[in-house]
């Protein structure tokens, strides 16, 4: 199983950018993708999670409304647009998946993927 996390980037604040989770070794449609990331000094954090099926979606407060995650089975890929960014935003971003449903707690995940980093800034 991989996961491949790419597409991160140098941004300036108020910016936009698409970061991709490729994924092989599993039947992604029975999974949940999950988004983290890691801010220098900072414990990982969750931030977005797609569901399984029909693709339920879940965000943490600080990202609601600027972050959007999406997935395509058939290309095997999840999806996180992040518009308006902010410097808070700057992290290591990794994408993770777990059977069927999604959690907040990165200890539920079963497998990850390495992580790219974004960094927000003028």
């Known amino acids: 199983v991989q996961l491949q996390a790419f597409g991160g980037g140098l941004v300036q604040p108020g910016g936009s950018l698409r970061l991709s989770c490729a994924v092989s070794?599993?039947?992604?449609?029975?999974?949940?993708i999950g988004w983290f990331r890691q801010a220098p000094k900072k414990e990982r954090e969750w931030v977005s999670c797609?569901?399984?099926?029909?693709?339920?979606?879940y965000y943490q407060d600080s990202v609601k409304g600027r972050f959007t995650i999406s997935r395509d089975d058939g290309k095997n890929t999840v999806y996180l647009q992040m518009n308006s960014l902010k410097p808070d935003d700057t992290a290591v971003y990794f994408c993770?998946?777990?059977?069927?449903?999604?959690?907040?707690?990165?200890?539920?995940?079963?497998?990850w993927g390495k992580g790219t980093k974004l960094t927000v800034s003028s």
């Open positions: 993770a998946s777990r059977y069927y449903f999604c959690s907040i707690e990165g200890s539920d995940m079963h497998y």
């Open positions: 070794g599993i039947t992604l449609d029975y999974y949940a």
């Open positions: 797609i569901t399984r099926g029909e693709g339920s979606t």
